[in-house]
């Protein structure tokens, strides 16, 4: 018998038999039962009442007081603290976050942000569309009393996403009073961060209301404010680019051919003065061509100018003896209007089709031809001959900044808006039975978008046809508007304060040209979803024997929309590189490719589709004997065509072997189908450095899969506990097996496998033979014997069902409440240890993508899951005395290897200076934080009055080869923060 097989039959059978087992342990003594079902409270990982921390499943608890004692004001910095979470996302570095900036998230176990359910108030919350994953950021945390942690998978109780695990945002319960609330960070380098709420309850007879509101600031920290960002480019390379401005350009003589090579304003030193260098970009082993590099990274920013605020009510009606009635709704969003990128992005191709180099050309007649010549050519060059010149390598803004933004940034940006309302009623049919049915419905919207080059509006403004106004064909008359590209058009570096000695007042290009050639990339993004809970739970006896039960249904419908944000951005309305052509859809077998218009982003189809999701559960949970208690719990789930149905059972246990040890243990079988926006859709474009060229940022489009198959995971774990008057402490062993996890189609695999060899400056040679050619798109949109790594355009990935999966490790948790001298002392130490994340070889289609491996340990930067850190770890001690308090706080997070860094060879190398090995070992990260309030009673109201500082020593993050040179899920890039909060209660 199959072991899922077997699984099911003990999760239905093996608390029956149990009861009837135990049916001569009868036990007769009716105020021991009444005390056993008293004060019954749900909790976290189980529909019957009364489960705590201490019982079969590996739940944790963290009330309101101690997050207030450890200065945790939000449900992002309350991730951050649990070592059992991986990754999160949340902090707005867009190298990270990619197209989710100003989204939190949870990640348990590492398995990645959309397998943790998050609950709020018990039920499902608001999602980031699309993502299957719920939006933390939108949680009103000023309403909380309470979080539960589940570290255990619970899809057989909530459905297919708690796969991972569970995390329970619990409010305040018949709050009576107002609370008022602000605090400011002071952090350096930025206008800090600042928040604000108001709480306010009463009881009015039967009825209970709750409202609130809040609102969290981020201000805008530079990249530029922190030292560690500006790692040199012999050191770090990543953050740096050859696609610059001052561009290398090639004059041409019609009939003639190429008279000239050199970089914009050479004759100047333009380049250096302007805080790039002078470097090589090699096209084979023995030629190179002349470049300026310049590090795009002192354009952004480490956290993005951003609000979010919620506001939140709850009311509870008691409608009689044994019926009452709860509802809840919440409003939230978040704006980040103009977040900072790289000035503009570098052509990966234009009007010609793929391709970075000679993508555009520049005739002699835009108005800074002249200059551009006399700038970066000697006296006497054949290139004053010219009558145009293509454009080798360049991008239309960089060290000289975009004139649209007073620090050069480029624009992007953000905007999430939710509501939920939840609703329901509660009956009590008698002593031992009740039901619960409860409405849910949630509505999400999110609009992302970055802007990027037209580029068949940038040539023709290269060609003076340009601009809103433009009629005719004449150039720079009749409303038409030359684009001047060259070095001479910018007075310097807005970021950095240098001056450019080559800039010609007058030569500036027009801010509306600019808002012509320069539109938004993105889509505007909505989930609905309506959720019905109906479900019973109470005891009974049966053989003499007391049986704890939960059983219901469940029924849930997603509706999820994704529109392009424009025409530019919908492949329907904007498909060829040039504007109002459609021949590129002629013929699939030429080379006039689909591209879309930009110079670097792609497009996003319109995905419009829906799921529906009815479920049936049921729980039982019997004490057999003295101290040893049994759940088995089982659930249903059909998800219609494609995807089908599944059957989950589970089978937990704990037996308190000793007034002061138990043991505890838990196995199930768990299910995760694929998300509607998994299914369908063939236009999602994201961009990433990719290795084998170097680290040049290509785009990736990651499509649809209807033949995607469920994912399905074994979960176990097994636990000791042990509690002795105030003191107590666990350890679990967990473990989680992984079939058909859901991937995209490896995009650094993919790229090396194309272009395999030693060197991965982007110079090796393509092999045109190997079957992953199919998934690439090169310039010109050809592959031959001169196609190189640095001839990627764009890479072709869908979303597939990937390797086998194996994670497994250790949670140990040590906690103390009790006196220590005059003091009130609470303490707590948690720690996870990763000892396994394998990885199978990932075969698709008979195609080998990647080999297995082992991620625990490492960075994983250009694989899955991300950075997995061996140990994480993290406490605290509080020590109260009349009205103050002081509390310490620590978070430990291991330090990886550099998966990327070769055994035998050196990590990267540039063209220019060799090898190097930076952050070979991505080091740990300690941050020692201490806070303390002190009451105090002013008109009328009790005060608090709360001070902290953050990162105590001020730490720097470890080093790390990516664009920021620091990993963003190790070290914390604030710096020291001093803290200050007041809060008003009347």
Known sequence: MKTKAKLMLSAVCVPLMLTATAAAQETTDAAQAESRNADRIVVTGSYIRGRGEDGALPVDVFGAQELDNRGIDSPLEFMKTLPSVGPVMGDSNQYAAGTEQGVGSINLRSLGRERTLVLFNGRRTISSPGTGSTDTNLIPFFAIQRIEVLKDGAASTYGSDAIAGVANFVTYDAFEGVEV??????????????????????????????????????????????????????????????????GTYLPIIPGFGVVGLGVDGAQLDTCNAMGGFDGLFPVSPTTAYPVCRYSYVDFTNLVEEEDRYQIYGQIDVELGSSTSFHAEAIYAGMEMINYAGSPSYPPVQGPLGPGSANAFSVPASNPGYATFLSQTFPAGSPAYLSSLSNILFFRPFALGGNPLDERGAGLGSAENEAWRISAGFEHDFSENLRAELYATAIHSNRKNAVRDFVGDRLQRALNGLGGPDCSGTTPGANGCLYFNPFINSAPGHPTLGLDNPAYVAGNENDLDLINWMYQPSGTDQTEDQFILDLIFSGYDTVFGQQVDYAFGAQYRRTEYESLPANVFSDPQGFPCAREGVTTCLDDPNDNDLPIGPFIFLGQYSTVNVEQDVYALFAEALIEPFDGFEVTGAVRYEDYGDPVGSTFNPKLSARWQVTDRVALRASVGDTFRAPLPSDLEGDGLTLVEGIDAAGGAFKANQIAGNRNLAPETALTYNFGVLFQAGGFSASVDYWNYDFEGRFTELPVQAIASAVAPGPVTDGTQAV????????????????????????????????????????????????????????????????????????????????????????????????????????????????????????????????????????????????????????????????????????????????????????????????????????????????GRVYRLGLTARF
């Open 181 to 246: 609330s602000g605090s400011y960070n002071f952090v350096d380098g930025s206008d800090g961060n600042y928040q604000a709420s108001v709480l306010a309850g009463d009881s009015f007879g039967a009825v209970d209301v709750m409202v609130g509101a809040g609102w969290q600031r981020r201000n805008e920290l530079p990249n530029t404010e922190r030292d560690f960002t500006q790692a040199d480019y012999a050191v770090n390379p990543t953050g740096y680019s050859f696609l610059s401005n001052p």
């Open 767 to 974: 092999n045109c033979a190997s079957p992953f050619v199919e998934f690439v798109v090169f310039a010109g949109g050809v592959c031959d014997a001169s196609t190189t790594a640095n001839d990627i355009s764009r890479i072709l990935v869908q979303v597939v069902n990937g390797p086998d999966v194996t994670t497994n490790g250790f949670d140990f948790s040590l906690n103390y409440d009790g006196d220590f001298g005059p003091y009130a002392f609470s303490g707590g130490l948690n720690a996870t240890y990763t000892a396994e994340y394998e990885f199978g070889e990932f075969v698709y289609e008979g195609l080998t993508f990647d080999g297995a491996y082992d991620a625990a340990g490492f960075a994983n930067y250009n694989r899955a899951p991300g950075t997995v850190s061996p140990w994480r770890a993290s406490g605290f001690a509080s020590f109260s005395r009349g009205r103050y308090n002081a509390t310490y706080s620590v978070t430990y997070i291991d330090g990886v290897e550099d998966n990327r860094c070769p055994s035998n060879a050196a990590c990267t190398q540039t063209p220019e200076f060799g090898d190097t090995n930076f952050a070979r070992t991505v080091e740990s990260y300690t941050q020692h934080d201490l806070t303390g309030s002190v009451d105090l009673s002013a008109l009328g109201a009790d005060l608090q009055l709360q001070v902290g500082v953050e990162n105590m020593f001020d730490t720097d993050p470890p080093a790390a080869r990516l664009e920021l040179s620091y990993d963003p899920y190790i070290g914390n890039p604030l």
